[in-house]
């Protein structure tokens, strides 16, 4: 490998953009050359560090924002409401409905007969309202007015 202008000793040139290179004899020379080389590597490596921190950012603020929004709905569905209190008669039949409604009263409400003829609903009670329009089920409505009351239809 030898090579015109290397000396004979098998190695290429340097590119001349270095200029003249001096190896010291004692390496205690470049300590001074060496630790501003570690100091430049250093601030690299914590731009390098703060440039992948700035690009995770804005979707890790997203992220959190999530979870939280996801915790604070979790609360409130779980948390208890104003009529939470327990049923007393738990050992009773879940059939039988209650004589009034619970908390609030039944608006006033009346329903047409097949005579025209006004039927309040407060006054029928339990009530079930079923509506029809375009229910593929007339064996279910028709068992459902079966169990009314004479007067109601």
């Known amino acids: 490998m030898n090579t015109p202008g290397t000396g004979g000793n098998g190695l290429p040139d340097l590119p001349p953009e270095w200029g003249r290179v001096v190896v010291p004899d004692d390496a205690s020379a470049l300590a ?6 570690r100091r430049e590597l250093r601030e690299r490596a914590r731009l390098a560090t703060r440039r992948r ?18 915790l604070a709905g979790l609360a409130a569905v779980t948390q208890p409401g104003p009529n939470a209190a327990p049923a007393e008669g738990a050992s009773s039949s879940p059939a039988t409905p209650p004589a009034v409604p619970t908390g609030r009263p039944l608006p006033a409400l009346d329903l047409v007969d097949s005579g025209q003829s006004p039927v309040p609903l407060r006054s029928l009670l339990p009530v079930m309202i079923i509506l029809v329009d375009g229910c593929a089920c007339p064996e279910r ?10 007067q109601v239809n």
């Open 53 to 70: 921190f700035t690009t995770l950012r804005m979707p890790l603020v997203w992220l959190v924002v999530a979870v939280l929004i996801t």
């Open 32 to 37: 001074q050359e060496a630790a501003q080389v």
């Open 141 to 150: 409505v028709s068992e459902a007015a079966a169990a009314t009351p004479p």
